[in-house]
């Protein structure tokens, strides 16, 4: 780990946010690195003087009277009689919601293609991943221990690239499972960003070129290559990402399986 | 049956008394986050009032495990309505769109990453004061993920849900909050 990806990781590491593998590579560079160790020391410092000194406002206790007696009030409302009509008319209204209701629903649930279905199923393993102690199954910016760490896991073998020297720095790999199947799962890192990146074998093998996704804020970039599909997900801006996906498409195209 | 009037009174207090029972305990987080967005106490007052109700009013619709980011969110939105309404106060969410290491970051981190470390912050017991004040003077989004992780001690996941915002972007506008903390904080004690 170098000075540049300490100080990226220096605020996950101070607020134990970072899974076991990173903490212990962030430990060794801060007990091998004066200024890091510095940096590091002065950040804790900053942490401790907030925590110590921000005045925390509690709410004052008239708030919470208020509170409770307006609850109440908003409770007791629809307990008043009412008349007949009304209460026929709250009948009809709650039937015309309901079909309304069952109507769209019934156009919603028409409405996911199995590609908003895969999407979405793609994004919350992206997100999922992001958790604690979950990012990785094997952790090792060595392309030659992640390849092979996938024989025997999956019935293909995914093309691994390191792009560290791009920026794009790998972090490991992940077995994952998307649209009932067993797929790999790449992750690299940019800056903070950690981007997944799903590959599996095609089932018509076409080529396809490069299409964009958004949701939630994330980005999603797919296309096909060399038999291959590979999907990109970060909450890394689309330009950025799409410089990724370009490096990665063209150092697999050379060596296909 | 169900349209006796008694049936209906009791099932609107129990649903009241759930409320209360789930929102009334994060009340201090809800009030010392409106406190620290609109800066002053008439104002949080208000604010933490209408979210409670507006939260009252949407409570069929929570179904999740996390009461309190549910209602954090939800005083955050009203805080940022009333920011609008009241102030006309720009809010900013442009910063994001600035790359992470580019401007924001220069002034503190420059030259060489290894050789200069950041000029040595010393508090003295009665530089507590500036604290607040440094705090006070940051852009809302980087003051409400500082005061959500050091005054609430919420994990990134949480702040990412209550700010409606990706993690990536909580890990960097809380890294760039702390360096511009740390900024304001050196101008604070230089000055007195």
């Keep these: 780990m170098n000075c540049a990806e300490a100080r990226d990781l220096v605020h996950l590491y101070l607020d134990q946010e970072l899974d076991l593998v990173r903490v212990v590579d962030v430990d060794k560079h801060l007990q091998s690195c ?21 005045g925390y406002h509690r709410a004052p206790a008239e708030l919470r009277e208020r509170l409770r007696f307006s609850l109440r009030g908003q409770a007791d409302e629809p307990a008043r009689p009412r008349a007949r009509w009304q209460r026929r008319w709250n009948i009809a209204v709650a039937i015309a919601a309901a079909v309304v209701l069952s109507v769209s629903a019934v156009l919603y649930l028409a409405v996911p293609t199995p590609q908003n279905r895969l ?6 393993s992206h997100v999922r991943s992001l958790m604690a102690n979950h990012l990785a199954d094997v952790a090792s910016s060595d392309q030659h221990t992640v ?14 690239e390191d792009l560290t020297a791009q920026g794009f720095p790998l972090i490991g790999g992940r077995l994952d499972y998307v649209h009932d199947r067993p797929v790999a799962a790449l992750i690299y890192r940019h800056r903070l960003h950690v981007i997944n990146l799903f590959v599996w074998p095609g089932e018509s093998g076409r080529e396809q ?17 060399g038999g291959m599909e590979f999907w990109a997900v970060s909450d890394l801006n689309e330009a950025e990402l799409k410089q990724f996906v370009d490096k990665i498409s063209a150092m697999s195209a050379p060596r296909q399986n | 049956m169900k349209d006796d009037p008694r049936t209906r009174e009791l099932a609107a207090q129990h649903h009241a008394r759930r409320f209360e029972e789930l929102a009334l305990p994060h009340l201090d987080a809800a009030y010392n986050l409106a406190r ?6 008439h104002d949080a007052h208000d604010v933490v009032q209408e979210a409670y109700l507006r939260a009252f ?8 495990d996390n009461a309190r980011s549910w209602l954090l969110a939800i005083v955050r939105n009203t805080c940022y309505t009333w920011l609008q309404q009241n102030r006309g106060l720009r809010v900013n969410t442009s910063l994001d769109d600035l790359p992470d290491s580019g401007a924001a970051d220069a002034p503190l981190v420059s030259g060489q990453p290894c050789e200069d470390g950041p000029e040595k912050l010393m508090l003295r017991e009665d530089d507590r004061a500036l604290v607040n004040r440094a705090l006070e003077q940051l852009p809302e989004e980087f003051r409400e993920v500082l005061v959500l992780k050091e005054l609430e001690d919420l994990s990134y996941r949480e702040i990412a849900a209550i700010a409606g915002i990706p993690l990536g972007t909580v890990m960097s506008r809380l890294s760039r909050a702390r360096k511009l903390l740390h900024k304001h904080l050196q101008t604070l004690v230089r000055e007195t």
């Design chain 1, 34 to 54: 004066a200024a890091c160790r510095a940096l590091y020391d002065e950040q804790r410092a900053l942490r401790a003087a907030v925590r110590r000194d921000a």
């Design chain 2, 57 to 64: 009013k949407f409570f069929d619709g929570f179904h999740g």
């Design chain 1, 119 to 124: 999407v979405d199923d793609l994004l919350s």
């Design chain 2, 36 to 41: 620290w967005l609109t800066r002053n106490d």
């Design chain 1, 209 to 225: 070129k490069l299409r964009a996704f958004t949701r939630q804020g994330y980005n999603l970039l797919h296309w096909a290559q």
């Design chain 1, 147 to 160: 390849k092979p760490w996938f024989d025997g896991k999956l019935d293909y073998s995914p093309p691994v």
